[in-house]
């Protein structure tokens, strides 16, 4: 009998030291975790990277001239004679400028660019104004500098086709005056010239390439009769929350460093040809700079007019022709003649050509440069750019004042007449419009009737959005906004926005929505009725939402891309989901972070998901109280959660969902370092949706996907998923274990 209880224990010592073998190597592990973000370089709000949100008027990026290519005088001469000479050519002529003609806003005015040989390659020649703040070059992003970028079309066998670059060199080693300008630009002997000069001297040309001074900018700038009232229209509709423009081509270059797929008809794989992770068939965002001269469009040239370019997206790009996996941002959108008139009229704004280089009249070389070239389009959009003051403008002389609609003027008359520092009081009533607000430091807003009642926004379920502004420090409160198709208020952009006392209802996909602006305070706010989220901020900084109430929309309160932020003392009931915090791919921001969800009733958010298909807000399961999807380092305590059917706290990485192609994700998509406690839960997850049912999860106040490091739960009497959750006490080996061992779990079960 000993014999055999020693063999026992002897099994179950073995066993124990297995366990704790196990145990050891699982703690020594270090848990998969997202790379570490450059707080400084986040891409969210006025203190992240350029551009800088400061109203309507932004700084410009940084440019990429490196270090040892500054952009001097005689640099950037030199690299203009090269640039305009076909000597650089293998046949010398072709020149970079045949390609890149400054007439026709350094495009060439073809579907596909030319070749040595005539035949045309496969993508149309991209505009070269502003290059200088790209980092990303080609329409697949191929190079990250110009003076990479130089080299390739050089030496391209369907561009300028030179075989040998230093029988190339030789020849401009030849001309005695490149050789003296070389010396004067970089200090070169002839000798000392080579293809990596060439391309140094054009890439400083091409960083003097400069469009800021277009009718824009100087309206941005408080030249208030720099845009014509079409313009100024435009402006709005280019912003709004249906055309969604702004979220790819955002002031002040009007383009963007990332890839999006819009479903151009092509079997151009994009993006997808140059890394492994690309998505097939992304190309570029490029500037509309000078837009209206560098006709035609799209990477392969197929749309020859702005008018064909707006009418694609309205359309929904190529979503119309059944295309998959076409950008989140490009969607259908109705645009009555007018508003179309006046979007295309705001495209012409963006013409600037005060910068435009003198083409030599004759090259070192010799050999002929491009002829001038006459492009109709110039004669077009002076005629849009002629300006003109606003009937009723305001007298500039004054100091800030208060300026009351009047009886039978429009709300947006008032706005116009405003200037920075004034109030517009809007006096009780009914108003059919969109108010568009581009001046700093105003304050919108109602005045009650005897009843109590504020002046109500009715869109008439045409109209996009109630109020779409761009200002500095903008204050909007004390209004009823109601039936709108896109967005009840609508600020972009901005440092210092206030939304308070607002009833947004049936406004389309947001209520009130600040994106990519900055310390933003939303308080006193109702929603109802909206297929997204009711009271929204994305791609923003320190944003404060308090004291507010959404129902009967998907989602009640989100907080995407957004870092730093404090959600409390608000009611979320009869939503699909009470409180979104996500970190979503493919947007300017990477980073959802920081955020403090406390004191909160969540409670009842079970209605059906009725955001449109293909929309993101479709992958909230209904019954969910605070879900927190790849977002890291958030706390969320003193919260009352009840009567959430599929669970009260769900906490997934990006992947975890299964939305998302793993091409999309450019940021780190586990949900780390957040910490639940202190919550009141009751009656969560008693019938959960489908979605989380059929994983065979079980239900409950809590629900964890298991990933991601340093997530902390204190909340004892909960029930959850899994049953045990790592606790703000545990010792950080404990957790590492803990996390190890259900990543093994999880692989072992699917």
Known sequence: MRRVLRSLLWIVGVVLALLLLAFGVAAAVPLESDPPIDMANHGAGSSSVAPAMSG??????????????????????????????????????????????????????????????????????????????????????????????????????????????????????????????????????????????????????????????????????????????????????????????????????????????????????????VVADGVFGAFKVPTLRNVALSAPYMHDGSMSTLEEVVDFYRDGGGRAHGFAQVDVF??????????????????????????????????????????????????????????????GAADDSGGPGTITVAPGETIQAAVDRARPGDTVEIPYGVYHERVAVDVSDLTLRGVANDAGEWPVLDGQGVLSEGVIASGNNFTVGNLHVRNYTDNGVLVEGSQGVHFHDIVAENTGTYGVYPVRSSDVVIERVTVSGVDDAGIYAGQSENVIVRDSTAFGNVIGIELENTLGGEVYNNHLYGNSNGILIVLLPQLTSKISSG????????????????????????????????????ADNNEVYDNTITGNKTAGLALFSLTGTGAFNENELDVGPLAEGNYAHGNVYENNGYDPDPVVAELGIPAGDILWDTTGANNRFDEPGATSFPPVLPGGGWPGFLRTAYGNVFKVLTGLLG
């Open 56 to 273: 309507l008027l932004r700084a410009f990026p940084a440019e990429t001239a490196p270090s040892g290519n500054p952009t001097t005088p005689e640099a950037a001469e030199l690299g203009r004679l090269l640039f305009f000479d076909p000597v650089l050519s293998q046949n010398d002529d072709i020149a970079c400028a045949t390609c890149h003609h400054p007439d026709l806003g350094f495009s060439d005015g073809r579907p596909t660019s030319v070749t040595p040989g005539g035949d045309a390659p496969a993508r149309n020649a991209l505009t070269l104004w502003n290059v200088a703040y790209a980092r990303n070059l080609f329409w697949d992003g191929r190079v990250t500098s110009l003076e990479e970028q130089a080299l390739v079309p050089l030496t391209h066998a369907d561009e300028m086709g030179v075989a040998d670059p230093q029988t190339m060199v030789a020849d401009v080693r030849a001309i005695p005056e490149y050789v003296a300008l070389f010396q004067s630009a970089y200090g070169l002997s002839a000798d000392a010239i080579t293809p990596e000069a060439v391309t140094r001297a054009l890439a400083a040309f091409q960083r003097t390439l400069i469009s800021d001074d277009s009718p824009f900018d100087r309206y941005a700038a408080g030249d208030f009769d720099a845009l014509s009232s079409p313009q100024r229209r435009g402006l709005a509709i280019f912003r709004s929350g249906a055309t969604r423009c702004f979220e790819c081509h955002g002031a002040p270059t009007f383009a963007s460093d990332t890839f999006r797929v819009i479903g151009v008809d092509s079997d151009d794989p994009g993006r997808a040809g």
């Open 330 to 391: 490009v969607n259908p959108f109705e645009l009555n003649e007018q508003e179309r008139a006046d979007l295309l009229a705001f495209l012409y704004a963006l013409t600037d050509e005060r910068g435009l280089p003198q083409t030599p009249p004759t090259v070192p070389s010799g050999l002929p440069v491009v002829a001038p070239i006459d492009n109709p389009a110039r004669a077009v959009a002076a005629a849009h750019n002629a300006g003109g003051a606003v009937a």
């Open 595 to 630: 955020a403090k969800i406390y004191n909160n009733v969540v409670e009842d958010n079970n209605i059906a998901n009725f955001a449109p298909e293909g929309a993101t807000a479709r992958i909230v399961p209904p019954g969910s109280g605070i879900l927190l999807i790849g």
